[in-house]
């Protein structure tokens, strides 16, 4: 039988299933793209059997004198109507095919044209279906399988938050870098994933979410006013004190405070040698080869959600783990971690985690300072103090040195060097005098540990991608 069709979908807008074939006559094929709203195709002729094969469509727009009715076999002749379209009508199908595309999955295979002529038959009645499938609020959307119908009400309802209040004034900090940054979005949002994986989800898909604010930083990550400082004016100084008559013969005082009036300033500066075993520094070494080491990176500029990207530098081009999951939970590392809480007197919830770190020959830190600027005004607050743990002995170089202060300390298997970022009578301000730098090795492998510890807790605020 012969269908005339006007206005008929061409060969990208219909199902993958349907074979089509477009002639035109003297002119070129009109191919109507997914998602072009205002594509009108040509009219077409449907060769279509009478066993409603659809492998066999084939679409003509040839001179067939017989092209204005059905013939299904007899003499009879079975008009039809094709339904016109209904301008600003709700609920209606404008096209005769509808359902029997709708049936063969083009809701969802092109959505361009069904969602809007074939409303009835996608099941969109009584939804505004953003153009551009939320195209105007970072990646255009991805809209198709089986959760397909039920994603159409839910890009409506984030077209709604977009449109209407993500406009407000409170949004102006947020509302350029508030975007979709993947095609699926909202489709995990509709899974569940802005409450299962909300790191990644309440930032990268925060149109979908309905979180932009959450964009800003210090909305995302408040300081927690119940958090307190572990040390306040003058505790830096009592606690190198302490550790000097706890530690004894073991420590050497490197570089202190000077107690004459007028006298330059120098900080502090301590050695405490046999601070961890030969076996605590092997498996730490075990450790970080089994994490697998990879080149060094620095704290880089600013990102969009107010968190910093790594950037590789040529004034640093050590190899490090970080030592978190079993290497964290690792009985010997848990005994390292211990020592250094009971040491210093700050509890380990408010250090990162150990940094392990590799050196070959040849490769160096230039001078450097372990004070973030930002961390200042964060959750876990500023780096108070570095303990370095040398984990074996270098055969030549490798020393940690403080221009500033001139003074270089060797690397020594089991050996703890510690040192304050921060000024004793504010520990939120910066000790600039601690600038240090690792000295090329020139003989040998070193390794090494980091152990940064923050006036505040820093692994609770971490944990939420806080810090």
């Known amino acids: ?11 990208s807008l219909l199902f993958s299933s349907i074979s089509l074939h477009v002639v035109a006559e003297e002119t070129e094929d009109q191919v109507c793209k997914a998602g072009d709203e205002t594509c009108a195709p040509q009219e077409a002729v449907v060769d279509v059997d009478s066993s409603v094969n659809v492998n066999s469509i084939e679409i003509d727009n040839g001179d067939d004198d017989d092209d204005s009715y059905y013939e299904d076999g007899d003499d009879d002749d079975d008009h039809y109507e094709e339904e016109e379209e209904e301008e600003d009508s709700d609920c209606v199908d404008t096209h005769n095919l509808c359902a029997f595309w709708a049936k063969e999955g083009e809701c969802q295979n092109n959505p361009g044209y069904m969602l809007k002529s074939c409303r009835k038959s996608c099941n969109t009645c009584n939804v505004k279906v953003p153009a551009g499938l939320g195209s105007g609020y970072g990646e255009p959307q991805k809209i198709e399988g089986k959760e397909a119908t039920n994603l159409w009400p839910r890009l409506a309802k984030m077209d709604k938050y977009m449109s209407e209040e993500v406009i407000k004034p409170e949004y102006d900090k947020v509302r350029a870098e508030c975007k979709n940054r993947n095609e699926l979005c909202l489709f995990w949002a509709h899974i569940g994933e802005c409450e299962n994986n909300p790191n990644f989800m309440l930032i990268n898909c925060a149109p979908a979410c309905e979180t932009c604010k959450n964009i800003d930083f210090n909305y995302r990550c408040p300081v927690d006013p119940d958090e307190k400082d572990v040390f306040g004016p003058g505790d830096l100084h009592k606690m190198f004190e302490r550790i000097v008559d706890e530690y004894g013969d073991n420590v050497t005082i490197l570089s202190k405070p000077p107690t004459e009036e007028g006298a330059e300033f120098t900080p502090w500066a301590i050695t405490v040698d046999n601070f961890i075993s030969d076996e605590e520094c092997e498996s730490l070494i075990e450790l970080g080869g089994f994490l697998g080491y990879e ?30 999951d079993e290497c964290f939970s690792h009985e010997l590392t848990q005994k390292t971690l211990g020592k250094i809480e009971k040491l210093t007197g700050v509890p380990d919830a408010n250090s990162e985690y150990l940094q392990l770190l590799k050196y070959e ?5 230039r001078v450097h300072h ?10 876990q607050g500023p780096r108070i103090l570095t303990a370095f743990l040398y984990l074996n002995d ?21 050996r703890l060097l510690l040192w304050p970022s921060v000024l004793n009578e504010d520990p939120s301000k910066k000790d600039f005098t601690t600038r240090h730098q690792a000295l090329d090795v020139e003989e040998g492998r070193k390794y090494g540990a980091n152990a940064w510890l923050h006036l505040r807790n820093f692994k609770k605020p971490h944990e939420t991608g806080c810090t």
């Open 361 to 365: 020959k040849g490769q160096f830190y």
């Open 1 to 11: 039988m012969k269908i005339p069709i006007t206005k008929i979908l061409a060969s």
């Open 370 to 379: 372990d004070y973030i600027e930002n961390d200042d005004g964060r959750p």
């Open 295 to 324: 080149r060094s990176t620095d704290v880089g500029k600013m990102k969009f959600d107010g968190t910093h990207e790594a950037k590789k530098s040529s004034t640093r081009t050590s190899e490090n783990a970080w030592c978190t």
């Open 394 to 414: 270098v055969e030549k170089g490798g020393g940690t040195n403080f221009p500033d202060l001139d003074l270089t300390v060797m690397p020594k298997k089991g």
